[in-house]
């Protein structure tokens, strides 16, 4: 079956600009991450959502950050004004709820010039 | 805070020898282990768990040993093999609370022909 998709795959953009990144998350899944991955860095977790509970936002790291995530199912992720350290690769992540085994998406690779 | 913390950036190991990736751990709510694999250009996934009730956990070539006392687990890959070469991500969770996942920030793990 279909994993996680990200589009797009990639996403230049000049500082400033507003960016959306969109996740698709594998159907039934009811648990979706944002995480973000800066060159050389390891994986920074942004936001969590689980089902119908309020989404876990404790990762984002300003309020330039942004996301929701529709139906239960697609998520998008709204960067603001965006500047040149949101540089990264964002990934998303998706699992039933109750397991901890992530799918992940091959990820959106945001530059921002 | 770094709760989840790799602390060799990379590792160098010899094809057909066994590879010792380690990873510590701050937060003794945590009760389950993952470790996960990542190529370039690719999403992370998943390759084997543990939770706190085990020891240890084997998969083939891979076994991931958990020592609470210490706050410390290992990856050992044995014997390694060339399409072993990749970043090894280790993440834990907190099944108790129903948390979030949160990873190290990885090692790159080279297997030398």
């Known amino acids: 079956g279909a994993g996680v998709s990200q589009s797009p795959s990639n996403k230049v953009t000049e500082k400033g600009k507003d960016v959306e990144l969109r996740c698709d998350p594998i159907s039934g899944h009811t648990a979706l991450y944002w995480y973000r991955q800066s060159l050389g860095q390891g994986l920074e977790f942004l936001i969590y959502f689980q089902g119908n509970s309020a989404p876990d936002k404790s990762g984002l790291p300003s309020d330039r950050f942004s996301a929701e995530r529709t139906g239960g199912s697609v998520s998008t992720l709204t960067i603001q004004r965006t500047q040149q350290e949101d540089s990264a690769v964002y990934l998303c992540?998706?699992?039933?709820?109750?397991?901890?085994?992530?799918?992940f998406g091959p990820g959106t690779r945001l530059t921002v010039t | 805070d770094q709760q989840v913390k790799q602390n060799s950036p990379s590792l160098s190991v010899q094809e057909g020898r066994i590879s010792i990736l380690n990873c510590d751990y701050t937060?003794?709510?945590?009760?389950?282990f993952l470790w996960y694999k990542k190529y370039p250009a690719e999403g992370p996934t998943f390759l084997i768990s543990?939770?706190?009730?085990?020891d240890k956990n084997e998969d083939g070539r891979f076994t991931v040993f958990l020592n609470k006392s210490a706050k410390h687990l290992s990856l050992h890959i044995v014997p390694s093999q060339p399409g072993d070469s990749a970043v090894y991500f280790c993440a834990a969770a907190a099944m108790n609370r129903d948390d979030k996942i949160i990873f190290g920030k990885g090692t790159r793990l080279h297997i030398l022909p």
């Open positions: 992540a998706s699992l039933f709820t109750g397991t901890y085994e992530q799918y």
């Open positions: 543990i939770s706190s009730i085990k």
């Open positions: 937060n003794s709510m945590f009760d389950y």
